[in-house]
């Protein structure tokens, strides 16, 4: 049974830094592409950023510079670095799986993933 749980949200202000981690577990984690999107109320879930099992990354032009996606295999946990957050940053974050190997703009898509966590709510105020 695939797990992910997500952790590390909070209220911040504007230019702090947050750091989000997602614990995985049910799969060959280091062979999977991992991925974070973010949904913000009234909106639709939108692509963060992904990374490969060769660490290999992609990342959306709104967060390019700021946030940095890793991996950590033998700990089977995925990172968001979140650094000079802005308030339209403020959404819903979730943590994404998918067993394969991770494919160009396909798994920047919501449907490319198999596996979802339940998310972590990040709030900046200006």
């Known amino acids: 049974q695939v797990q992910l749980v997500e952790s590390g949200g909070g209220s911040v202000q504007s230019g702090a830094s947050l750091r989000l981690s997602c614990a995985a577990s049910?799969?060959?984690?280091?062979?999977?592409?991992m991925a974070w999107f973010r949904q913000a109320p009234g909106k639709e879930r939108e692509f963060v950023s992904y990374i490969s099992s060769t660490g290999a990354t992609r990342t959306a032009d709104s967060v390019k510079g700021r946030f940095t996606i890793s991996r950590d295999n033998a700990k089977h946990t995925l990172y968001l670095q979140m650094n000079s957050l802005k308030p339209e940053d403020t959404a819903m974050y979730y943590c994404?799986?998918?067993?394969?190997?991770?494919?160009?703009?396909?798994?920047?898509?919501?449907?490319?993933?198999?596996?979802w966590g339940q998310g972590t709510q990040v709030t900046v105020s200006s």
């Open positions: 994404a799986a998918d067993p394969g190997l991770c494919t160009g703009d396909y798994h920047s898509l919501v449907g490319a993933f198999d596996y």
């Open positions: 049910g799969y060959t984690y280091s062979t999977a592409c």
